[in-house]
DNA sequence: CTGAAAGCGCTTACAG
DNA sequence: CTGAAAGCGCTTACAG
């Protein structure tokens, strides 16, 4: 059924070894006029190698995993913001002669076999949260190169990319100092679970702190990163945190949904509470006001994840530490000066 | 290194086979107690079946390939709509035991690389044209089955799934038509490339011939399904066609774009125009005002092309014809009835 | 209920 | 520049 190395190499008359050198461009082991024929039958009849067979071989299979958590029930990806990262992914893998194995976790424990059972030259593990990140070791991945996007993990196995979203924070928090704001909320998810979170909470602090200004510690709203815990936020924001004139949110979905509570309950953006997000997605163009947010370029992201894991794969060598992702401050009309 | 079926067979007294057998379920052909044993091993040793050698000795990979259109420059799966079909498969697929790998398609040439390389079982086909599946020959398959997500193609082999589009465009233009409206815009793709687009058309203009009116054929935009091009369109909507009072585009992001284009022209949404878009994005309940739409269940899309698929594989038999999801149509704040 | 042999389609040393 | 042999880790008939 099948054309096989075989098939080729009968064909042409050689055997299946120079059939082989030729068709991974081992060039300089094969004489011109047969790299010539062997090339034309190949495109006569269609040849395609086995990609099973070739990863059976070799050591490499040339195949990537990108394992994103998965809980049973509602679908994985669900965040804009790791979409985009797996398209990226997969056209930097392909433009370097890999393959993307896209794979959701349900539960810890699938990651040996996931990274296992295919023979994975490696993997981009996106959207853990740190303390899963912990407890990956040597055993658990089995000899598979393996690398966190966004993660703050101390785990030298997962080194990997992220945001600066230290500096990223920071930058908000400074626009919005900078146009008079002091009483500012910070809403997101608990920092306990999400480095990311943590950092963005510190960089948010350093800015007061820079300013020369302290932050009430009662100016905080712990919430999932969802457009309806940001709308519930910002109903009752007027009621909660009456004295507060900014938000700065983890998420551009949750400050979209912070300033859709807002206005339900009656007060405007910006003009009387400012509303900054993170992330930069299309989204952010899309609502009214369009949102202020901080952009991360997510194409640079996994395009240094890929580089990373493949140069990694390829030379043997961990990264020795995380590389991070410039920021910038995106100013639309979400943020103004408070009212006086 | 690795962990092998002959490492667990040398450890437990007995054939790969019987390992074989023990870890593939068929409990039939060995005694419990030997199962027992087997499993007891398998687990302790951390023994992960290797897919590429199960892929090369069976004629079963369990792969299915999810190819998409990738030009080279941007990445694929670029739409909302596309994306959130792609984490859904993953899902269903996981469920049954098979993998996902994930492809950007550059040129169409690439397809039968992309199915052949790995063995596929078979491949789910998203966002080609018409015209490109209608090339599809079982010469460039080879074999593998194939099935293409929202097609209105002839080609028997990549019989698919889709939404119902006339039922979505008629309910659309019959929503707008018992409001009221008569001159209805209507703003999509060109009909001749894309086969959901003349569906939704037909749809459309059979709204009108159930009511008895007639739908002047002015009424209409042909554009690109994105964010600026219906800004354009809705910027130039009141000078270009004055007497429109409706707008019917055929896409949530596409009609959002119309939406911002009129606001800013200094038109209302909906009291000057209304405006309906097509698919029931996330994005549609977070714009101002919340824009009114055909939903159509996209969860239920990717599952039906799973089930479609795998049932193909695992019987051997070509589904008949294509199945079509069910719409419905939401209504939010974006239409209301003319002005008199 | 269990096993020995052949083979899936490649690549990797090793020779010439 | 070219080739014959061994082996990657499984499954598939075929025997017993």
């Known amino acids: ?13 050689v055997s299946m070894m120079t059939v082989s050198n030729v068709v991974n ?12 024929r062997v090339r034309r039958i190949v495109a006569e009849r269609g040849y395609v190698p086995s990609a099973s067979a070739r990863s059976l071989a070799a050591k490499s299979s040339r195949l990537i995993g990108l394992l994103v958590p998965a809980a049973d029930e509602d679908s994985m990806m669900i965040s804009p913001h790791n979409v985009a990262i797996a398209g990226q992914i997969e056209r930097e893998l392909r433009k370097r002669g890999y393959h993307l194995l896209l794979r959701g976790i349900a539960h810890p424990d699938e990651v040996t076999e996931a990274l296992q059972s295919w023979s994975l030259d490696g993997a981009v593990l996106l959207g ?3 303390e899963e990140l912990d407890r990956i070791s ?9 690398l966190a996007v966004d993660s703050y993990s101390k785990n030298r196995i997962t080194t990997g990319v992220r945001a600066d979203d230290f500096a990223g924070a920071k930058l908000a928090a400074e626009h919005l100092i900078a146009l008079g704001h002091r009483r500012i909320l910070f809403a997101g998810p608990s920092f306990s679970d999400v480095g990311v979170v943590h950092q963005r909470f510190e960089g948010f602090l350093d800015a007061f702190a820079d300013a020369g200004l302290t932050w009430d510690d009662d100016l905080i709203e712990t919430v999932n990163t969802t457009h309806a815990d940001g709308l519930e936020v910002g109903l009752r924001l007027l009621t909660a945190h009456p004295r507060a004139t900014a938000v700065f949110a983890t998420a551009d979905i949750l400050a979209i949904g912070i300033m859709e509570g807002i206005a339900d309950s009656g007060a405007s953006v910006p ?15 899309y609502v009214t006001p369009k949102l202020t947010t901080i952009a991360q370029d997510i194409g640079e992201k996994a395009a240094t994840a890929v580089r990373m894991l493949i140069g990694s794969i390829e030379t043997g060598k961990q ?7 410039g920021v910038d401050l995106v100013e639309r009309a979400s943020t103004t000066r408070p009212r006086t």
């Open 271 to 285: 003009e009387d509470v400012s509303v900054i997000g993170f992330d930069n997605l299309d989204l952010c163009a």
């Open 319 to 325: 990264p020795r530490k995380a590389v991070t992702i």
């Open 25 to 36: 461009g081992n060039k300089a082991r094969v004489s011109p006029e047969t790299i010539e």
């Open 1 to 13: 059924m099948r054309v096989t190395l075989r098939d080729i190499a009968d064909e042409a008359g």
């Open 128 to 130: 853990f949260l740190d």
């Open 138 to 146: 040597k055993a658990t991945i089995g000899g598979v190169r393996v």
